[in-house]
């Protein structure tokens, strides 16, 4: 799910009023982090994540999750978030699954069609045949010769390709060098055209992305090209356009477990090895490339 909907009832319901605002807020984060996972409000085995990891996947600190709350408890090694919504979260499954079925049922009924016995299309053709000789009886040479006038192709007529020509290639639509900087991040190759839905994601998130300091993508081309281990990072563009500013924040925040003080890495899709100076990741001034 891609969004939050709190009803007034919940916001003034007991617990939250209640809670200190600290703890709304932590709420708030479990939540979200519920809602993208559609989880049913429930984190499993996340007793022994570190510090660290509640910062990175869930935006808040292990003390905040520790402290008891009325908004959410342990039970056992999971979490149990309070007011998530669970009907909410059918109704989409189940919009889910009816337009897979829907699909199914279109291809069932192509595949259905194109496999239909070939004694039909032969019978078909045959009563073809006999209906056009029965029209032509009688006719004499002189009459066929007149119904065929005016039947002549056109001179303008576009011609039809042979059978065993390839069929024209499509074109994808020129990319400009942000969108092409992007893609790289998630190693897309250039010539893949964008989905509708990541066309779309993208268009939301450019402002975003035009605003960005070149500090700022020094800091997301090593953040993405580090190990899945160590960052967690988005695992599709579409994901990673719709969550573009808080990637961008982990990039800023996130220091290798190894290396210099510098984080010597390769970035992804660039070709060339970047010393990122995480003292420059918020200056206001961009910092060449490479």
Not at 58 to 68: C, D, I, Q, S
Not at 92 to 97: L, M, V, Y
Not at 236 to 255: F, I, Q, S, Y
Request: charged share 30%; with cysteine; proline share 7%.
């Amino acid at each position: 799910m891609e969004w939050l909907n709190l009803h007034t009832s919940t916001l003034d319901s007991p617990e939250v009023i209640g809670a200190e605002p600290v703890d709304r807020a932590t709420w708030l984060f479990l939540l979200r982090y519920c809602i993208a996972q559609e989880n049913g409000g429930r984190i499993a085995n996340c007793a022994d994540w570190g510090d660290r990891k509640w910062q990175q996947l869930v935006r808040v600190t292990l003390a905040e999750v520790k402290k008891p709350s009325e908004l959410w408890r342990f039970e056992g090694n999971d979490i149990a978030v309070n007011f998530y919504p669970v009907q909410r979260q059918r109704e989409i499954e189940a919009k889910r699954k009816a337009g897979r079925d829907t699909v199914a049922k279109r291809w069932e009924s192509r595949s259905a069609q194109a496999t239909a016995p070939a004694d039909s299309s032969a019978t078909s053709s045959a009563d073809s045949s006999s209906k056009r000789s029965a029209d032509t009886e009688g006719e004499g040479e002189g009459e066929r010769k007149d119904k065929g006038k005016g039947k002549e192709m056109r001179p303008d007529a576009p011609a039809l390709a042979l059978s065993g020509e390839p069929a024209p290639e499509k074109k994808v639509p020129a990319k400009d060098p942000t969108q092409l900087r992007v893609e790289a991040l998630m190693r897309r190759r250039p010539t893949t055209p964008l989905s509708p839905a990541e066309a779309k994601a993208y268009k939301a998130a450019l402002p975003a992305i035009l605003a960005m300091q070149e500090a700022d993508w020094q800091a997301m081309q090593a953040f993405y090209a580090a190990p899945q281990s160590e960052t967690f990072t988005r695992k599709d563009l579409l994901t990673l356009l719709n969550n573009w500013n808080g990637e961008v924040d982990r990039a800023r925040n996130w220091k290798p477990k190894a290396g210099d003080e510098f984080g010597s890495v390769r970035a992804a899709g660039w070709g060339k090895e970047i010393k990122i100076d995480r003292s420059q990741a918020n200056s206001a001034e961009p910092v060449p490339f490479g």
